[in-house]
């Protein structure tokens, strides 16, 4: 008997589709095939992630192995390695069913960092200060999704440190104050679990991946299944993504976006962008996002090649997609694209104005795929979305996310670009 497959690199043909990589996994592996800028990475399928349920947990049999080629061949690729001290590869270990469900399940950002590594990206990059950023984000991250620590623990540190510093904002913390603050999320760390913040890339890796599979389970991710009809028995696929860097400073940010007007269907600018920062500071509401039309003020390069990227991506998926990107140093990546959640109105006027783009045929817009994708519910432009569907109130417990069925969510944002 043949061995089974379970993971994939994102340029790597699988006739799986959805069900096996999941939304996010088809769109990095799609985006990666159009030549759309994508950091390079893998998906483990859907298939792992129910062989380790069915199994009790148990890692099925040649995944670690395969994991690990897949890992060889990123660095190869990147010419940096998982774990390395001095210029270390970063990557992402994002969870991604076959359905969308926002901000549900869990992500860790700039995992393989350690007391050491950090101290070699500081020097690499010259810049102390990312270096920092990105490795009290790792703590806090994986001490909340791996080891269940309640977020409010870390974010109370936080607060406590801008206090003392007379700092408004998380970006007017200097390179020392982070590193103070990495000590002191270490320190919750080792009081919560018991442990020291584990110091090995590859340990990071295998429990980060076993976490976003449990994550499935998680009673927020049950409820929210159960309140729109996914079934039980689907699983998460698990992507590991080279890190691309949006807090290097103030050529880097990060952003998300409609194609057009999810409300209306009319084109137009709707996103929002947060210049120095992560992707999980846009939808937490940390500081408040600057609308897309600045970003062209301050990285006009990146800008227009955001916008060629979203017109071939509504070119290739002939839809309206729903977008996550990351410029680190003035460069685009892509980091996610799905199709926009619109209502039947919406729909009708987006087809429209797409044949008059000549973007979709008339055929195309009285076929029936256009009408299925119709949602009932409207959903406001982007930023609404991280209001509705994403804002976590990290203190609510579970994983130190919203655990409850109303998920902490505030009604959507009705403003329009
Ligand atoms: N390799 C990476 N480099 C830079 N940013 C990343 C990377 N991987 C993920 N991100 C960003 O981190 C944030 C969280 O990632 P992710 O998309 O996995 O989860 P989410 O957006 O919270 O939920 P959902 O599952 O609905 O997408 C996003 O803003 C994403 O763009
Ligand atoms: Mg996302």
Not at 38 to 56: E, L
Not at 202 to 216: C, G, I, N, P, Y
Not at 286 to 314: C, G, S
Not at 404 to 414: I, L, V
Request: charged share 30%; hydrophobic share 35%; with cysteine.
């Amino acid at each position: 008997m043949g061995q089974e497959k379970y993971v994939y690199d994102f340029d790597e043909s699988s006739d799986g589709g959805k069900e096996l990589l999941g939304g996010k996994g088809v769109g990095l592996a799609e985006m990666t095939g159009l030549g759309v800028p994508v950091p390079a990475g893998f998906t483990v399928t859907t298939d792992a992630c129910r062989a380790y349920m069915a199994n009790g947990k148990a890692l099925p049999g040649g995944l670690e192995r395969e994991v690990e080629e897949h890992l060889a061949a990123l660095e190869e690729r990147t010419g940096k390695r998982f774990g390395d001290d001095e210029d270390p590869l970063l990557v992402s270990v994002r969870s991604g069913a076959a359905v969308s469900m926002p901000g549900m399940m869990d992500t860790i950002l700039n995992l393989g960092l350690n007391d050491e590594a950090v101290e070699g990206l500081a020097r690499q990059t010259e810049n102390p200060r990312f270096a920092r950023d990105s490795y009290r984000r790792l703590v806090q991250m994986y001490g909340e999704v791996v080891d269940g620590i309640d977020a409010h623990r870390f974010e109370q540190a936080l607060s406590d440190l801008k206090r003392e510093r007379n700092a408004s904002q998380d970006v007017d913390l200097t390179a020392e104050d982070l590193a103070e603050l990495v000590e002191t999320f270490k320190r919750i760390y080792r009081d919560e679990t018991g442990t020291d913040f584990p110091q090995d890339a590859r340990e990071q890796l295998a429990r980060a991946v076993r976490a976003v599979f449990d994550s499935w389970e998680t009673p927020r991710a049950q409820v929210y299944r159960r309140a729109h009809g996914i079934p039980d028995d689907l699983g998460t696929a698990v992507n590991v993504v080279q890190m691309v860097f949006g807090n290097k400073g103030d050529d880097s940010g990060t952003g998300v976006a409609f194609t057009r007007d999810p409300a209306t269907g009319e084109s137009g600018l709707y996103g929002e962008f947060l210049p120095n920062a992560q992707g999980e500071d846009v939808v937490a509401g940390i500081r408040t996002p600057q609308p897309l039309e600045r970003m062209e003020k301050v990285m006009p390069d990146a800008f227009e090649q955001l916008i060629d990227t979203m017109r071939r991506l509504e070119e290739h998926y002939r839809d309206v997609q729903d977008i996550e990107f990351t410029v680190e140093d003035q460069r685009l990546y892509l980091l996610q694209t799905r199709s926009a959640k619109r209502t039947a109105a919406a729909a009708v006027k987006a087809a429209v104005a797409m044949v008059d783009e000549s973007l979709i045929s008339k055929e195309e817009r009285r076929s029936s795929r256009w009408r299925r994708r119709v949602s009932t519910r409207p959903r406001a432009r982007r930023p609404g979305r991280s209001c509705s569907t994403r804002t976590r109130p990290r203190s609510a417990g579970g994983r130190g996310r919203a655990s409850s069925s109303s998920g902490g969510r505030r009604p959507p944002t009705t403003s329009t670009a």
